[in-house]
């Protein structure tokens, strides 16, 4: 039997366990790897005037009023660099740093000023330990920081800057967290459009609200993993949900499609489109699904709620600290005691460590224990039985009614200005002739919304009643839990899409160019003529909430769930 490496997780969910299960295109599938390296897959925001966002300026502007002196980087050592970067990141305040420093005054100086802008978030002193002046750095800011930091805003200066940020292999709460942590405030002082994939490279627009371009510039010195740049001010901060879309360019290594079955994939997506199910990521890549912990929050069956986030994730590969927390609670069902085990960095930011807080504060309590979760994410959970329960239904309804529209089924109609309306409309016999299967919606179940009138409102009703939930009393008692509903075209086309095929040696070169290569002048790729290997370089554009591995499932014929493809990347 072949040998499968640790970091490939059998036990993780594939297409057909969601109900992913049709393909609109008729060509043969061929194998290629997605995201064989995050920067195959790049992802730039499109705002919501249909711009595309990048990065092309990390200078901040010319009428910035803060003036900062140089920073003085040589002046710590790599080594004091990554422990004071660690420091940062630990949030102790008993923890301390010291730097040896000699009788050099000057020196000292240069290196107190480079913690100071380096390191917002840290504070310094000189002090005499055995006979040798040392500088100690501890977390936090002292009285006469703080003082320094309520800095007037500059009269009839906009109270937002924009700026674009750039990330690497990060998701964009995390990129925010790091963001704020060395700037000394809290998340909340951001805002941004949309999430975007960890696993990519990434940009997109957020706005701050009163921080300076010249402190957010200082930040690019600090990470070699977010760059910001492009700063503007602004009298409104951003919301989520205001682009227009996304634009994706994504290389797929180790192609094996002949030419013919290449041209006829990508024909297909361009002209046809793809179905545009709920993508893998919107149920969890570990062994215990999302939409399992939603369909127990809708039952107010909050203590398995509770285990489903907190158990042990069998056959996968996790950070040792956590999985040997999940492990303890699993024996004991001792929040406390877990939570002390619980690695201090883990605390605010993983599930986890939230709801531990939750269930030693709150006790029995445990709707209180579960709140401690970020409301997003308890949201994400319900919302993820929704997107199970639609990809089941829209495979059904494709497979029994086909690729076109029929009587009974639902479209959102446009206003005059060709704005879509909000209300579905159910298709009569005399309807057909107007629409296309690209109009038709299904919906996410909840109690704002109206059912398609044939066989498809039987299967909603038949799937909710496997898991006892009653289609007609979909409200909840507690409100984050109660789903309105929405509608979702089951048919989605790309725009801008083309493509174009490689040939490359090396799988560490990368194969396009990103925002900070360019900003770097770095050279673009050139494909190896007689390489190896063949890559498909794909680009299109896609509107929010629509997945991307969707489109490329409907290119290659082949299951997009993390497990296979990691396979794929063994063979």
């Known amino acids: ?26 060509h043969e599938g061929f194998s290629g790897i997605i995201k064989q390296r995050y920067s195959d897959f790049l992802v730039r925001e499109v705002d919501a005037r249909r711009r595309m966002v990048q990065l092309t300026d990390i200078a901040a502007p010319a009428d910035s009023s803060e003036q900062s002196a140089p920073i003085a980087a040589e002046a710590l050592s790599e080594d004091d660099k990554q422990k004071l970067e660690n420091l940062l990141e630990s949030k102790d305040r008993s923890a301390t740093v010291d ?67 750039y990330k690497e292999n990060l998701d964009t709460m995390d990129a925010i967290n790091m963001l704020a942590s060395r700037l000394l405030v809290k998340p909340g002082f951001f805002a941004y459009a949309g999430t975007k994939d960890k696993r990519a490279i990434t940009v997109q627009e957020v706005t701050a609200y009163r921080i300076g371009a010249e402190k957010l510039c200082n930040l690019n010195k600090q990470s070699k993993h977010i760059v910001v740049g492009n700063f503007r001010y602004t009298e409104q901060p951003l919301k989520l949900g205001l ?20 041209e006829a994939g990508m024909t297909s997506l361009r002209e046809k489109g793809f179905i545009n199910y709920f993508g893998m990521q919107r149920f969890g890549t570990t062994s215990v699904p999302s939409h399992h912990v939603g369909r127990a929050l809708l039952h107010s069956k909050w203590e398995e709620a509770i285990e489903l986030i907190l158990k042990p994730r069998e056959g996968e590969h996790q950070e040792g600290a956590v999985s040997a927390c999940r492990e303890y609670w699993w024996k004991t069902r001792d929040a406390k005691g877990t939570l002390e085990k619980m690695p201090k960095r883990n605390m605010s ?32 959970y319900v919302h993820s039985y929704q997107s199970f329960i639609w990809n089941n239904v829209v495979s059904r309804r494709l497979r029994e009614y086909g690729f076109q529209p029929v009587v009974g089924d639902l479209v959102l109609e446009k206003t005059k200005d060709g704005a879509q309306k909000s209300d579905a409309k159910v298709l009569t016999e005399e309807d057909l002739g107007n629409y296309t299967i690209q109009d038709v919606v299904l919906p996410l179940f ?98 929010p909430s629509t997945y991307a591995t969707m489109a490329l499932r409907e290119i290659l014929k082949t299951d997009t769930s993390s497990g296979q493809q990691a396979l794929l990347n063994t063979q």
């Open 1 to 26: 039997a072949q040998k499968v490496p640790c970091r490939v997780n059998l036990l993780a969910q594939k297409e057909t366990d969601v109900g992913i299960t049709e393909y609109i295109s008729q």
């Open 99 to 165: 730097i040896q420093v000699g009788e050099d005054k000057e020196q000292r100086t240069q290196v107190h000023h480079a913690i100071k802008q380096l390191f917002s978030g840290l504070q310094s002193e000189t002090l005499e330990v055995s006979n040798t002046k040392v500088i100690r750095v501890t977390y936090g800011i002292g009285t006469q920081a703080r003082e320094r930091r309520r800095f007037k805003w500059p009269k009839g200066r906009p109270d937002y800057c924009q700026f674009v940020l």
């Open 243 to 262: 682009l227009s879309g996304n634009h994706f360019t994504i290389v797929l290594r180790n192609c094996t499609g002949e030419p013919e079955q290449i």
């Open 349 to 380: 930011k993983d599930i986890e460590g939230r709801l531990l807080q939750g269930l030693v504060k709150n006790g029995k309590d445990l709707v209180g224990a579960l709140t401690y979760i970020p409301r997003n994410t308890r949201l994400m």
């Open 446 to 543: 909840g109690y704002d919304v109206i059912y398609p009138q044939h066989k498809a409102e039987e299967w909603y009703r038949e799937m909710l009643a496997v898991d006892q939930l009653d289609m007609d009393n979909i409200r909840h008692k507690v409100k984050d839990y109660s789903l309105s509903g929405a509608y979702r075209k089951i048919i989605m086309k790309p725009t801008n899409c083309k493509w174009s095929v490689t040939s490359y040696d090396d799988v560490k070169v990368p194969l396009v160019p990103t925002d900070k290569d360019i900003l770097e002048g770095k050279e673009t790729p050139e494909a190896v003529s007689e390489g190896k290997m063949k890559a498909l370089k794909v680009e299109f554009t896609l509107p």
